[in-house]
């Protein structure tokens, strides 16, 4: 790994690290750089404005859902073809997941990928104490290396000068400083940001303004020197075909036969990583995107994967394309298979908040005011095409929704805090987000279905 590379940090969630790393990668490749983005965590939505900034698809890097040994050859994967690398971190620096010391964390993603921080310090508050927070975090963890701060939202010129003086004898750089903007803002609803797949015109001009903001407060050479300071650090670039040929040294084709494997997409369906599509295409499908606002299933369809994204801000328009609700009813009904995670789940149930859905499951959806959130440890509670029962996998939760269930269920999985999902033969469907590089062999049982059931 030889790709300059820098993690853009901050103490917390909140201080403008999105701003300022979408601003990052959207300058330098302004400036005439090839930039890779990355988000520590999760999260679907920052990846989306990382894609519009860099005109490269938006990747995660989670040591929770696709492991530890898996984020450096990620990352490599994704960098192929450029010559930076951006990854924007998730809440503080050293937050990770609960009881952990940090695991996940931002910290810990750049201590993987021997990676430099930037740290991002929203001064609004504060003057020479910022000095104290930026000595805080240096000293919190020697293993991790802040090369330079970003200071955000300062005030005035005498406030830059109270607060560079604080930082001054802590020995670490400012590389930028940068003044409020209103043209920053960005709406956002009850998930976080609304995704640029829903707003393209406005992500632009968010990526735009934000651009110019660091373009003109942010020492780009100095932090080109600092990702370039990177040291070298060997690793593998994941690749999905090799990974599906440890699971099955066959081919992962049939007489060049590849089965259209249908994904929703478009402003509803916007919640998945990359890497699952290219995994679906490396198992020997024909992966075609379509959008259950406006279109039918694909032709020849012989399998769906349902991802997640916002169903309940779109039921009424979800439930006005009757024609597709009627396919993917009858064809769940004739065996089709159907993997679906968190907003699948709920187009599956008969309705949501009162709009017809697909009628595929046995349950109602609802949208609520409890926030659930968080990484999962779950245990298949039922065999079907692409899990075997007792399988152990780990996942996350992210949604305001609920669904009541009929009598008689059979459950998805086996949670801590109960039972979860339904599934019938040929459908997985329930609130869980795996990143299937972890689980390889779900999107190549998803494929073999396919050719199954088409045949």
């Keep these: 790994m030889v790709i300059p590379r820098v993690v853009v940090a901050a103490p917390s969630s909140g201080a403008g690290k999105?701003?300022?790393?979408?601003?990052?990668?959207a300058a330098l490749r302004r400036a005439g750089h090839v930039v890779a983005g990355f988000k520590v965590g999760p999260d679907y939505i920052d990846p989306g404005f990382h894609a519009v900034?860099?005109?490269?698809?938006?990747?995660?890097?989670?040591?929770?859902?696709?492991?530890?040994?898996?984020?450096?050859?990620?990352?490599?994967h994704g960098s192929v073809g450029a010559d930076i690398a951006v990854?924007?971190?998730?809440?503080?620096?050293?937050?990770?997941?609960?009881?952990?010391?940090?695991?996940?964390?931002?910290?810990?993603v750049a201590k993987l990928l021997k990676a430099p921080v930037v740290l991002v310090v929203d001064a609004s508050a504060a003057g020479r104490s910022v000095g104290a927070v930026v000595q805080g975090f240096v000293a919190f963890d020697t293993e991790v290396r802040i090369v330079g701060v970003i200071l955000n939202k300062v005030g005035s010129d005498r406030h830059e000068t109270e607060v560079r003086a604080g930082i001054a004898p802590t020995g670490v750089?400012?590389?930028?400083?940068?003044?409020?903007?209103p043209r920053l803002t960005v709406p956002s609803r009850h998930l976080g940001l609304i995704p640029a797949t829903e707003q393209r015109e406005q992500a632009e001009d968010a990526v735009e303004a934000a651009a110019e903001l660091v373009h003109q407060g942010?020492?780009?050479?100095?932090?080109?020197?600092?990702?370039?300071?990177a040291p070298h650090h060997t690793t593998t670039p994941w690749d999905p075909t090799e990974e599906l040929t440890s699971l099955a040294p066959a081919s992962t084709t049939v007489l060049g036969y590849r089965p259209v494997v249908a994904v929703a997409?478009?402003?509803?369906?916007?919640?998945?990583y990359t890497e699952t599509t290219e995994l679906l295409d490396a198992a020997g499908a024909d992966v075609v995107t379509f959008d259950p606002l406006a279109d039918t299933l694909p032709e020849a369809t012989a399998a769906l994967y349902l991802g997640g994204g916002f169903p309940e801000l779109h039921a009424e328009a979800l439930s006005a394309n009757g024609k597709l609700r009627e396919?993917?009813?009858?064809?769940?009904?004739?065996?089709l298979p159907v993997v679906a995670e968190c907003a699948g789940l709920l187009y599956l149930c008969r309705e949501l908040d009162g709009h017809p859905m697909t009628g595929v499951l046995p349950a109602t959806g609802r949208m609520t005011s409890r926030l659930t959130l968080g990484y999962r440890t779950a245990v298949a509670a039922t065999s079907t095409d692409f899990f075997d029962e007792g399988r152990r996998v780990r996942g996350h939760e992210f949604h305001?929704?609920?669904i009541d269930l009929d009598a008689d269920v059979r459950p998805a999985w086996h949670l801590p805090a109960g039972v979860e999902g339904i599934t019938l033969p040929h459908v997985h469907a329930s609130y869980l987000h795996l990143h299937w590089t972890a689980t390889p062999d779900v999107p190549a049982r998803l494929v073999a279905a396919a050719r199954a059931h088409q045949r």
């Design 265 to 272: 997409g478009g402003p509803v369906f916007s919640f998945r």
């Design 400 to 402: 305001r929704t609920a």
């Design 218 to 229: 942010v020492d780009l050479q100095a932090f080109v020197a600092a990702a370039k300071a």
């Design 18 to 25: 999105t701003t300022v790393a979408v601003g990052l990668m």
């Design 173 to 181: 750089p400012v590389l930028g400083v940068l003044r409020r903007d």
């Design 53 to 76: 900034a860099t005109g490269r698809r938006g990747r995660n890097l989670d040591p929770m859902l696709s492991g530890e040994e898996r984020v450096g050859p990620l990352f490599a």
């Design 327 to 335: 396919q993917v009813a009858a064809q769940a009904l004739a065996g």
């Design 87 to 108: 990854v924007e971190g998730v809440m503080g620096l050293y937050d990770g997941a609960l009881g952990t010391e940090g695991f996940s964390s931002t910290a810990h």
